[in-house]
C-alpha cells in the first residue's frame, strides 16, 4: 500500500512522558502506609485543598444549586443515552448452562463487582462526560459500591456540575482528590470506602501510571495514553466539517494525535489550509493546546482507494475513527480496528465524547488492535460452574485420570482415581497414561 504524507508526524504521544513510574510508586507507598492523613497531604501539595475529602449530602445539593437548569437538563439527556445504551450492552451477557454430556451440566454466571472507583480528570477541563460514562455503566452493571473522585480547585472543590453529575448518575461516594491520591484512595479503601475491585476512567500521566502499577491488585479498565483520532475522506467529504473535527480532537492537549487518511489530494490540500485558521478561532488555552498538537503529532495521507483507507486504519488502530466517505456500509463491514466508530458527517466524535450513548473510555495508542473500550461487560464477571451426575463423571474421570497421568501430575489423577473406586466398586479401568 502507497501512502503519501501530506504532512507527518514529528513527535510521538509518548516523547514527552517521560519516566513518572518511580514518582507515582513513591506516593502510592506512602499513601497505602499513611491512610488518610498522607492522602490529605498530597491533596494540600497537589491539589491546593484542605476542604473536606468526603461530599456530604449538604454538599451535594449545594453544588446542584449552582448548576443551570438548562445545564442540568443536557447532562440528564446524556445520561438517559449513556444509560439506556449501557442497558442493552448488559443484555447481551446472560446466565446459561448447557448440558455437555447426559448428566454432566455448565453454566456461566456474569457476577458485577462489588466496589468500582469513578475517576473524572478536573484539571484544563471538568470532564463531565467522564462522570457520565464511567459511574453510569458501573451502576448498570451492577456495582454493590460506586465512588466517584475528581480533583478539587484550590477553595472551591470539586466543579458543581461534576458533583451534580456523579450523583446523578449513581455514585454512593464522592471524594475530592485528584491525581494519583484519588487513585490510592479508592484502590487502598481510605475514608470508609471498600477497596476498589476495578478502578475506571481517564487522566494525565500520573493517574494512567497509578493504574498501571495497581494493575493486579485491582483490575482497570485499560492502559491509557493521549487520545487520538482518525478520519478516513474520499471526495465527498465536506473540508470544513473534516477541519473542524480535527481540530476539535487536537485541543485535548499537545499530544493527542490526529490524522486523516483521504483519496483525494484536493481535499487533503484544502483541510491542511483550514485547519490553522480554525485553531485561531479557539480560546487562549485550546488554541495552544490543538497548535502544538497540530504542529507536532498530526497527519495527512493521500492513499488510494477505500481498501487502501481501511489498511490506514488497521495499521493505526485509533481510539476514534470517523468515516466521511460514500457507502458506509462497506466500510462498518470492513474496518476492524478501532476503539469507536463514527460514520458519516452526521455524527462526530464530540457526540461520542458527550452525550450519543455509547462510551467514550476507549483505547488509546494502537491498543484497539486487541480490547474495546469501557463498557458494563468491564465491571462483571464471568464466571462458570459444573456439576455432574455419577454416570456423567465417569468418561470424564477416566479421561481425566490419563491425561493427568501424562503430564506427570499424579496427584490429579488420584483425585480421579478415587472416585471412579467409590461409584463404580465392580469396574476396572485401565487410567495408565498410554490408555
Same mark, same amino acid.
Given at each position: 500500500m502507497?501512502?503519501?504524507?501530506?504532512?507527518?508526524?514529528t513527535?510521538?504521544?509518548?516523547?514527552?512522558a517521560g519516566?513518572?513510574?518511580?514518582?507515582?510508586?513513591?506516593?502510592?507507598?506512602?499513601?497505602?502506609?499513611?491512610?488518610?492523613?498522607?492522602?490529605?497531604?498530597?491533596?494540600?501539595?497537589?491539589?491546593?485543598?484542605?476542604?473536606?475529602?468526603?461530599?456530604?449530602?449538604?454538599?451535594?445539593?449545594?453544588?446542584?444549586?449552582?448548576?443551570?437548569?438548562?445545564?442540568?437538563?443536557?447532562i440528564r439527556?446524556?445520561?438517559?443515552?449513556?444509560?439506556?445504551?449501557?442497558?442493552?450492552?448488559?443484555?447481551t451477557?446472560?446466565?446459561m448452562?448447557?448440558?455437555?454430556?447426559p448428566?454432566?451440566?455448565?453454566?456461566?454466571? %456474569?457476577?458485577?463487582c462489588? *466496589?468500582a472507583?469513578?475517576? =473524572?480528570? @478536573? #484539571?484544563?477541563?471538568?470532564?463531565? /462526560?467522564? !462522570?457520565?460514562?464511567t459511574?453510569?455503566?458501573?451502576?448498570v452493571?451492577?456495582?454493590?459500591?460506586?465512588?466517584?473522585?475528581?480533583?478539587?480547585?484550590?477553595?472551591?472543590?470539586?466543579?458543581?456540575?461534576?458533583?451534580y453529575? %456523579?450523583?446523578?448518575?449513581? *455514585?454512593?461516594?464522592i471524594? =475530592?482528590l @485528584? #491525581?494519583?491520591?484519588?487513585i490510592? /484512595?479508592? !484502590?487502598?479503601?481510605?475514608?470508609?470506602?471498600p477497596?476498589a475491585?476495578i478502578?475506571?476512567?481517564?487522566?494525565?500521566?500520573?493517574v494512567?501510571?497509578?493504574?498501571?502499577?495497581?494493575?493486579?491488585?485491582?483490575?482497570?479498565?485499560?492502559?491509557?495514553?493521549?487520545?487520538?483520532?482518525l478520519?478516513?475522506?474520499?471526495?465527498?467529504?465536506?473540508?470544513?466539517?473534516? !477541519?473542524w473535527?480535527?481540530?476539535?480532537?487536537a485541543?485535548?492537549?499537545?499530544?493527542?494525535?490526529?490524522?486523516?487518511?483521504t483519496?483525494?489530494?484536493?481535499?487533503?490540500?484544502?483541510?491542511?489550509e483550514?485547519?490553522?485558521?480554525?485553531?485561531d478561532q479557539?480560546?487562549?488555552?485550546?488554541?495552544?493546546?490543538?497548535?502544538?498538537?497540530?504542529?507536532?503529532?498530526?497527519?495527512?495521507?493521500?492513499?488510494?482507494?477505500?481498501?487502501?483507507?481501511?489498511r490506514?486504519?488497521?495499521?493505526?488502530?485509533?481510539?476514534h475513527?470517523?468515516v466521511?466517505?460514500?457507502d458506509?456500509?462497506?466500510?462498518?463491514g470492513?474496518?476492524?480496528c478501532?476503539?469507536?466508530?463514527?460514520?458519516?458527517?452526521?455524527?462526530?466524535?464530540?457526540?461520542?465524547?458527550?452525550s450519543?450513548?455509547?462510551?467514550?473510555?476507549?483505547p488509546?495508542?494502537?491498543?484497539?488492535?486487541?480490547?474495546?473500550?469501557?463498557?458494563v461487560?468491564?465491571?462483571?464477571?464471568?464466571?462458570?460452574?459444573q456439576?455432574?451426575s455419577?454416570?456423567?463423571?465417569k468418561?470424564?474421570?477416566?479421561?481425566?485420570?490419563?491425561?493427568s497421568?501424562l503430564?506427570?501430575?499424579?496427584?490429579?489423577a488420584?483425585?480421579?482415581?478415587?472416585?471412579?473406586?467409590?461409584?463404580?466398586?465392580?469396574?476396572?479401568f485401565?487410567?495408565?497414561?498410554?490408555g
Open positions: 502507497t501512502v503519501d504524507y501530506l504532512k507527518k508526524a513527535k510521538r504521544s509518548t516523547d514527552d519516566d513518572v513510574r518511580a514518582t507515582v510508586q513513591a506516593i502510592l507507598d506512602e499513601i497505602e502506609q499513611g491512610g488518610d492523613e498522607a492522602a490529605k497531604r498530597y491533596a494540600a501539595k497537589f491539589d491546593r485543598y484542605d476542604g473536606n475529602v468526603v461530599l456530604t449530602r449538604d454538599e451535594i445539593d449545594a453544588a446542584a444549586a449552582q448548576v443551570p437548569q438548562k445545564l442540568k437538563d443536557d439527556f446524556a445520561w438517559d443515552n449513556v444509560r439506556r445504551f449501557a442497558e442493552a450492552q448488559k443484555d451477557i446472560r446466565d448452562e448447557v448440558e455437555i454430556l448428566g454432566l451440566m455448565a453454566g456461566q454466571k %456474569a457476577i458485577p462489588q *466496589a472507583g469513578c475517576y =473524572a480528570p @478536573g #484539571g484544563r477541563y471538568s470532564h463531565i /462526560a467522564s !462522570a457520565l460514562m459511574v453510569t455503566t458501573a451502576k452493571a451492577g456495582c454493590g459500591h460506586i465512588a466517584a473522585c475528581s480533583p478539587p480547585r484550590p477553595g472551591v472543590g470539586i466543579a458543581p456540575a461534576i458533583v453529575t %456523579a450523583d446523578l448518575c449513581g *455514585a454512593d461516594t471524594l =475530592a @485528584g #491525581g494519583v491520591q484519588g490510592a /484512595a479508592m !484502590a487502598f479503601g481510605l475514608f470508609g470506602l477497596k475491585d478502578l475506571v476512567g481517564p487522566g494525565n500521566q500520573f494512567a501510571e497509578a493504574k498501571r502499577i495497581l494493575f493486579g491488585r485491582v483490575g482497570i479498565d485499560m492502559f491509557a495514553g493521549p487520545t487520538d483520532s478520519i478516513l475522506a474520499d471526495e465527498t467529504a465536506d473540508p470544513h466539517i473534516v !477541519a473535527d480535527l481540530v476539535g480532537q485541543e485535548h492537549g499537545y499530544n493527542s494525535p490526529v490524522w486523516l487518511a483519496t483525494h489530494r484536493p481535499l487533503a490540500e484544502k483541510v491542511m483550514l485547519v490553522p485558521q480554525y485553531i479557539l480560546p487562549a488555552l485550546n488554541r495552544e493546546n490543538a497548535t502544538r498538537a497540530w504542529a507536532d503529532m498530526a497527519e495527512v495521507m493521500v492513499v488510494e482507494g477505500r481498501e487502501g483507507l481501511a490506514v486504519a488497521d495499521d493505526y488502530a485509533p481510539e475513527l470517523h466521511q466517505a460514500a458506509l456500509d462497506w466500510f462498518l470492513r474496518l476492524q478501532y476503539g469507536s466508530l463514527f460514520l458519516g458527517e452526521e455524527t462526530t466524535v464530540a457526540f461520542g465524547d458527550k450519543s450513548g455509547p462510551n467514550h473510555v476507549l488509546t495508542s494502537g491498543a484497539a488492535r486487541y480490547t474495546g473500550g469501557l463498557s461487560h468491564k465491571y462483571m464477571k464471568l464466571v462458570t460452574w456439576r455432574a455419577r454416570d456423567a463423571a468418561p470424564v474421570a477416566e479421561a481425566t485420570a490419563r491425561i497421568r503430564e506427570g501430575m499424579e496427584g490429579h488420584r483425585t480421579a482415581d478415587i472416585r471412579l473406586e467409590k461409584y463404580f466398586p465392580d469396574e476396572q485401565d487410567l495408565s497414561a498410554a
